[in-house]
């Protein structure tokens, strides 16, 4: 009876000891660098590490191994147990949903990480109703390893440029390269590589600390002729990488060691144009003289265009606004481009001399007498604009008349025929500037009777062109009386 009682208290009393014990479960999380293989996973996580850093490559990240542990620290059977961290798919592990007392189960999970992340890993379990919790953290950090390059060149030893434009002439070209580290990993064994196609060339920075430059030329072209263009593009690629002086140990992206391959391709470009601007030349010009000079001002503006749109000067020969003297001139304009290319046009500025000579005559009588005389008073004016050069009066005596005398106030010279005699009489006034009056007079005496009206015309005439001839005859008529 006493067994029998004793065996069905047990039961009871394994449910209240339960009840007072204290419950307990723990996890503990690890992360090591990836080394090959994360197992045997003993030498990987001899230590308690719960951080590591790894260097995040062109294409590769860094691979960190985890493992979890989970231990029933207490006196009782867990049941319901879950272990879940949402930075590892902890679904392959297969821990037991039951954990007896002192019972622990681990799992290794490989992740590779390319951006810094906080895991948290969290078990719970049940007994009798009661959940007991427990949770662990881990931390990487994914340093980024990065490379940059800019490619230029110099023509001719100009400024650097990477796009500039020449023509057919050959040209000296020097390529340079400058290579910049721009991740947070310091950088060893850059490969620069120059795969042309005008210049092959490669070259090794063996360090380049984070944040650090490096500029040096590549190769020269010492007479490089465009002719469909040149780009030319170079590789930069850092092979491996060492750690700062204030930097914790780093995993490997890869299997390989060190192996970043952080790689940048940079190009610069010669563009080639093979065509010349097109320059067109103003029409021919032809132009009067200034007023009493020989020469005149003249201003045109050339029209330029390119068909490669490139920047153009140009310049003509005498230029706009120049002084061009009488006579024909050939003006010559050129043009040239950014590339070095040419054309040019020409046409002629000719700057021609005029003077309108107006010549007029009066006659101091209106009717005149036989053995009378007659006073003709004779003046030219130089309506302009030019000088009038060699300025010529003639006056025949009229019918009916002989010559008594002829006069000039500015004493130009003078041929006539003899007094009492018949002829024509002839001024050379010389040059005559534009707006100048010559005055000059001539004296006649009437022979005999008649009814016969004396009519006296003057011509002048000059050595520079006359715009209008109408107004260089001038006549007087007298009438003639017989008595």
């Not at 493992?67 to 006196?75: A, I, K, L």
Request: aromatic content about 4%.
């Amino acid at each position: 009876m006493v067994l029998a009682t004793l065996a069905g208290l047990l039961p009871i009393l394994e449910q209240r000891a339960a009840a007072v014990l204290p419950i307990h479960i723990s996890v503990y999380e690890q992360v090591v660098c990836y080394t090959n293989i994360c197992e045997p996973f003993s030498s990987n996580l001899a230590t308690d590490q719960k951080s590591a850093a790894g260097v995040r490559g062109a294409t590769a990240c860094p691979a960190f191994c985890y493992r979890v542990t989970v231990t029933n620290d207490g006196p009782v059977t867990l049941t319901n147990v879950t272990v879940i961290d949402p930075a590892l798919n902890l679904s392959g592990c297969g821990f037991p949903t039951t954990f007896l007392p002192g019972q622990a189960a681990s799992c290794i999970v490989t992740v590779a990480r390319c951006e810094d992340t906080n895991n948290t890993v969290t078990v719970t379990g049940q007994s009798d109703g009661v959940t007991a919790t427990s949770s662990d953290q881990t931390y990487t950090t994914i340093i980024p390893a990065g490379v940059s390059c800019t490619k230029y060149y110099t023509l001719d030893g100009g400024p650097p440029t990477n796009n500039a434009v020449i023509g057919q002439n050959p040209h000296t070209v020097v390529w340079y390269i400058t290579v910049t580290n721009t991740g947070l990993a310091n950088l060893q064994d850059v490969h620069v590589q120059d795969i042309g196609p005008s210049c092959a060339a490669s070259y090794v920075i063996a360090a380049l600390p984070t944040g650090a430059s490096i500029t040096f030329a590549l190769c020269t072209n010492a007479a490089l002729v465009c002719t469909d263009g040149v780009t030319n593009t170079v590789t930069a690629t850092a092979n491996s990488f060492t750690l700062g002086a204030n930097q914790t140990p780093i995993c490997n992206v890869t299997t390989n060691g060190n192996n970043i391959g952080v790689t940048s391709e940079c190009t610069a470009v010669i563009f080639c144009c093979d065509a010349p601007p097109t320059i067109t030349c103003p029409g021919n010009i032809t132009t009067n003289a200034a007023p009493n000079q020989s020469s005149q001002i003249v201003t045109f503006a050339p029209t330029v265009t390119d068909s490669c749109g490139l920047s153009t000067t140009s310049g003509c020969t005498p230029p706009s606004g120049s002084s061009f003297p009488t006579g024909a001139t050939t003006v010559t304009c050129s043009a040239i481009n950014a590339a070095g290319n040419t054309a040019s046009c020409s046409f002629t500025v000719t700057v021609t001399e005029s003077a309108d000579l107006l010549i007029s005559k009066s006659a101091n009588r209106g009717t005149v007498k036989p053995g009378q005389t007659i006073s003709y008073t004779i003046t030219v004016n130089n309506l302009g604009p030019s000088t009038a050069k060699n300025v010529i009066i003639n006056d025949p005596t009229p019918q009916g008349t002989v010559f008594l005398n002829a006069t000039n106030k500015s004493g130009h010279v003078i041929t006539a025929p003899g007094v009492g005699s018949t002829g024509t009489v002839t001024w050379y006034l010389g040059n005559l500037g534009a707006q100048e009056t010559s005055f000059n007079g001539l004296i006649v005496t009437v022979l005999v009777r008649g009814n016969a009206n004396i009519v006296n015309t003057a011509t002048v005439t000059s050595d520079t062109p006359d715009p209008n001839l109408a107004n260089n005859t001038a006549t007087v008529t007298t009438r003639r009386t017989g008595k």
